[in-house]
């Protein structure tokens, strides 16, 4: 029952979301199904299509309850459809081949997609509840993942439902000029999501998989249901190449291993063809439409470049660095000039490297990122300047809320010391 609902409920929250345009009021139904469900088929037995017994019964309750409101003609006007669209004869649920095509769900996950990221919503909002809608994680869960209070995660939640609401957020697929804004909206959950699992931001674990997969599987989805969005495919290119490398992040004890002592050979082949078959899409639509890369695409042509070098040392930090400078001018960041200061760095010396961090590090957005002073370190022991290289790294540590990265940190000044 908790393998099905997990993977059918984005699906029938959508679905019911379209009738009833609320999807606080859709999610309750949907769980009203299951609840339904749980007291039907232990003594039915399991029906052959559990997704599409639940949807049938979602969307028959969705119809009473517009049915019951008062306001039942003006409702159906702003939906725009009658009971016929959305029932069999006699106002019976339509049976599982009449519930809704292939497009029809597609069209109503993509409509869910953009409503749960919407730019209305606070960030911490818009996360949270593209887990609980599309992910199909628990509040619990949802709370367990980000090491926040299960109160606070379920207040965040039930305040984006009632903004939305407030706000009379349309349920729908944005278009026109709106729609690249409201894209990198859903990008850009999707891909803070995959970081948060990807490099955990405290605690005492370098990685999350959890969040890492489901952050995987909805820019697949999302890539499925915008094939002709380039960084759509760019996105999931990313993601793919970087989890590839995630069986190979920690050692047997979970210590952070660096990627220059990761063994490739665990690196997971099978993302690495995924990763570059969606970048080459993303490159394909960006030609075809006669544009230039975006943000997303660039950052997977930085991951394809480490996906080829066999060893660490055959990196071609060149490229990357001159993809990091065409990221740079596309989204000016201090953070992704950081990022090209050691591509930099690797490609033309520590010194070149040095240069450039030293000329972001007075960025306030900086000024409290622990990656700063450790890449700092790593220059500065490069060109043999260990006491300060030392104390380097034992600021970035005093900075990181990670366990795991802290101990990495001070192993690291203790080399020096």
């Known amino acids: 029952m908790e393998a099905v609902f997990r993977i059918e ?17 859709a999610e309750e139904i949907t769980q009203d199904a299951l609840v339904a469900a749980l007291e039907r088929w232990p ?38 459809r009658s009971l016929a669209e959305v029932s069999g004869p006699g106002g ?58 299960e109160a606070t995660v379920a207040q965040r939640i039930v305040r984006a439902k009632r903004r939305l609401a407030a706000a009379g957020v349309p349920f729908e697929v944005p278009y026109g000029t709106e729609r690249a804004a409201r894209l990198s909206s859903v990008l850009e959950v999707i891909y803070l999501i995959f970081n948060e699992g990807y490099a ?3 605690g005492d674990d370098l990685l999350r998989p959890a969040l890492c997969e489901d952050a995987l599987r909805l820019a697949r989805v999302l890539a499925a249901l915008m094939p002709e969005e380039p960084e759509a495919h760019g996105l999931a290119a990313l993601l793919e190449l970087q989890a590839s490398r995630t069986p190979a992040r920690t050692g047997p004890d979970g210590a952070p291993v660096l990627l220059a002592d990761q063994n490739r050979a665990r690196w997971s082949q099978a993302l690495v063809r995924r990763g570059f078959a969606a970048l080459t899409t ?28 066999a060893t660490y040392e055959e990196t071609d930090w060149s490229a990357i660095a001159a993809l990091y400078g ?29 240069a450039l961090v030293d000329a972001v590090a007075g960025a306030p ?53």
């Not at 029906?47 to 969307?59: N, S």
């Not at 019951?68 to 702003?78: H, I, P, Q, V």
């Not at 600021?395 to 990670?402: E, H, I, Y």
Request: charged share 25%.
């Open 200 to 202: 955990a931001t405290e």
């Open 9 to 25: 409920s984005p699906k029938i929250i959508a679905a019911v979301a379209r009738v009833v345009r609320d999807i606080g009021i």
């Open 365 to 417: 957005a900086l000024k409290a990122y622990h990656l700063l002073p450790s890449v700092r370190g790593d220059l500065l022991a490069r060109l043999g300047r260990t006491a300060e290289a030392r104390a380097a790294f034992e600021r970035a540590a005093g900075l990181t809320r990670n366990e795991a990265e802290r101990a990495l940190l001070l192993r690291r000044a203790a080399e020096l010391g």
């Open 282 to 309: 993303a490159g394909d639509l960006t030609a075809r439409a006669g544009g230039a890369p975006g943000p997303y695409a660039l950052q997977a042509a930085i991951a394809a470049c480490h996906a080829r070098a």
């Open 92 to 149: 019976e649920p339509a049976g599982p081949a009449g519930i809704a095509d292939g497009e029809e769900i597609d069209d109503d996950l993509l409509r869910l997609i953009f409503t749960a990221c919407h730019p209305v919503l606070p960030t911490e909002a818009r996360i949270a509840l593209t887990l609980r809608l599309l992910g199909g994680l628990t509040t619990p869960e949802i709370a367990r993942a980000f090491l926040a209070p």
């Open 326 to 354: 065409r990221l740079a001018a596309l989204t000016p960041s201090p953070v992704i000039e950081l990022n090209r200061a050691v591509a930099v760095s690797l490609a033309e010396g520590p010194e070149a490297g040095l």
């Open 43 to 80: 003594e039915s037995g399991v029906p052959e299509r559990p997704g599409a017994w639940l949807m049938a019964t979602a969307r028959h309750r969705a119809i009473d309850l517009v049915r019951r409101r008062e306001t039942y003609a003006r409702k159906l006007a702003e939906v725009g």
